[in-house]
Structure formats: C-alpha cells, structure tokens
C-alpha cells in the first residue's frame, strides 16, 4: 500500500540532515540548528509534493476505473439489447409457423 510506504527524500535533504548531525556532534549548535531549519522546510516541501503526486495517482486510478466499469456496463447492455431482439426475432418466427399451420388447416 502506498499510504503506508516511507517516503523517498531528496539527496539533498539527507545531505542536510547528515551535516545538521556532524555539525551538532562537533559542539557547533547554532550552526546545526540553522541546517535543522532549512532541512525543515525542504522536508515539508518534498512532503507536500510527493502528498499532491499520490493524491494525483489515486485520482487517476479512479478515473480509469470508473471509465473500465463504463466499458464494462455498455458491453452489458449491449449483450442483453442484443438478447432482447434474438428473443423477439424468435417469438416472431415462432408466431408465423403457427399462423401458416393455421392457413394450411
């Protein structure tokens, strides 16, 4: 399932995260906490994006349900119109034998 898959992050934010690390082991924590706010924010784009992409397939996927069920429906009905007519086709033959065996008499 795709709701529940970890999200693939840009080289560069695990770039960030990675010197956001070394610069708060090496004792420079003002430094760390700026790269902390900036790969923040990316991480909240990159989130957004990749948020609007699986709203985007799951919209699609929908679509070309919806459209196949469509298919699906009008082949439907075309199969029980085409049933409907064999049926009346039938009963009409059926109605002549029985009205020329009636003239025969």
């Known amino acids: 399932d795709g709701a529940t898959r970890r999200p693939k992050f840009s080289k560069e934010l ?39 992409e699986r ?18 429906l009008n082949a439907l009905r075309q199969r029980i119109q085409a049933g409907a007519e064999e049926q009346r086709k039938a009963r009409q033959n059926d109605l002549e034998r029985l009205m020329q065996r009636y003239n025969n008499v």
């Open 14 to 52: 695990l770039d960030l995260r990675k010197i956001e690390v070394s610069l708060a082991r090496q004792g420079d924590y003002a430094e760390a906490h700026k790269v902390k706010l900036k790969a923040d924010a990316l991480e909240e784009a990159e989130r957004e994006r990749m948020a609007a």
């Open 55 to 72: 709203e985007q397939q799951v919209s699609l996927a929908e679509a070309k349900c919806h459209h196949k069920q469509e298919n699906e």
